[in-house]
């Protein structure tokens, strides 16, 4: 086969394959000489490769009107995440209450105060001496059976704040602080050291790797702690994507004008609040008949309030951003037929979520919640 003729400047045929082989050989070679964790630099002009961090497993994706679970930490200390979300099917849990304490601007969890020098309940307080673990179990692990200060019992894998949150997580599950509530206060109401606040919220948030948080609003009536709350939470969602929920008391009439106002004041500053959460207190069985249509009616007058706070034209695109939670005084205040009724409420209005609060009402009664889905 006759031969073509090489162009002029082109080097003969083996001496390109022997060229080729040995400038291999150099790269490799200069690629195990660089130093451990070194990369070889990119090309001119070429932009600089860039890696994201990795992330924890994406959470399921929660039909509307799903159910989720609340964990009150002073009263369930030996709640678990996992074994709960195995045994009941659901995948997300509110856990509360995240309170103010010390100066105003640290974080504990409500219960009894702690005593003068013991850590905080969160892990969020001052520094603590070398070795001392810190009160969240966000620290060294403690021997067998010793509870941490928060009194949330037994250990904790390292990085859990609560126990079975990465085991619930690594399911596809995930769960979100609650602050303010009954216990205490919000530390936007006792935190006013410019900087202070936004500080308490990003080491609680951070603690959790929470990708949202919700905040109990009992402090309306302070026309200053809105704006102060929007500011540092405004902070916050310009440092990472944190959805924001407000839960707010249900009346006969609706929302309370107070309430509304801290919620059109949140917005004003910029910030998103994703989903309000109603608490509505359940009337006794003795009552009147009729307590889930005047429920209803109450939803349906704060539904209107919201859309009207949140600018929309079309009033059922609220429902998506708002969630039911029916508060429990006796464990006898709900029957099978009323909680698939608000289970079906739930799912026909495409509520975020259904929940409940108070007293656990029965085991059966209970599981008809836990399937709620569309």
Excluded: N
């Excluded at 009263?75 to 103010?100: K, Q």
């Excluded at 951070?206 to 609003?217: M, T």
């Excluded at 310009?238 to 609706?254: A, H, K, M, N, Y």
Aim: glycine share 12%; with cysteine.
């Amino acid at each position: 086969m006759s031969r073509k003729a090489r162009e002029s400047g082109t080097l003969p045929r083996p001496l390109a394959v022997l060229a080729a082989f040995v400038l291999a050989g150099a790269t490799a070679l200069a690629i195990r000489m660089l130093p451990a964790g070194a990369e070889p630099a990119p090309p001119a002009g070429a932009a600089p490769v860039r890696f994201a961090p990795p992330q924890r497993p994406a959470a399921v994706r929660q039909p509307p009107g799903s159910f989720v679970g609340f964990v009150d930490t002073a009263r369930d200390p030996e709640f678990d995440l996992a074994a709960e979300s195995r045994a009941t099917g659901v995948a997300r849990y509110a856990l509360g209450h995240l309170v103010a304490d010390g100066d105003g601007c640290l974080v504990r969890w409500a219960g009894p105060p702690r005593p003068a020098g013991e850590p905080d309940a969160a892990g969020l307080g001052p520094p603590r001496p070398a070795g001392d673990p810190d009160a969240a179990g966000l620290g060294r692990l403690r021997a067998a059976g010793e509870p941490d200060a928060a009194g949330l019992g037994r250990l904790r894998a390292a990085g859990e704040p609560v126990a079975g949150l990465g085991q619930l997580r690594a399911a596809g599950g995930d769960a979100f602080p609650v602050f303010g509530g009954p216990g205490g206060d919000d530390p936007a109401v006792t935190c006013t050291r410019p900087g202070g606040l936004a500080t308490a919220y990003r080491k609680a948030v951070g603690a959790f790797g929470a990708a949202a948080a919700a905040f109990e609003i009992r402090d309306a009536a302070d026309p200053a702690v809105a704006p102060r709350r929007a500011r540092a939470l405004r902070a916050l969602q310009g440092e990472r994507p944190l959805r924001v929920f407000f839960t707010l008391r249900l009346t006969p009439d609706g929302l309370d004008a107070a309430d509304l106002a801290a919620l059109r004041a949140t917005r004003r500053e910029g910030v998103r609040v994703d989903a309000v959460e109603l608490l509505a207190e359940m009337e006794p069985r003795t009552g009147p008949q009729g307590r889930l249509r005047r429920l209803g009616s109450a939803v349906r007058a704060a539904a209107g309030q919201l859309a009207r706070a949140y600018g929309l034209a079309d009033e059922e695109q609220v429902w998506e951003r708002l969630a039911l939670t029916p508060v429990l005084a006796r464990a006898g205040d709900l029957d099978e037929p009323e909680a698939r009724k608000l289970a079906e409420y739930a799912v026909r209005h495409g509520l975020a979520w259904l929940s409940l609060r108070g007293t656990s009402p029965k085991p059966e009664i209970s599981r008809i919640l836990w399937k709620t889905h569309s």
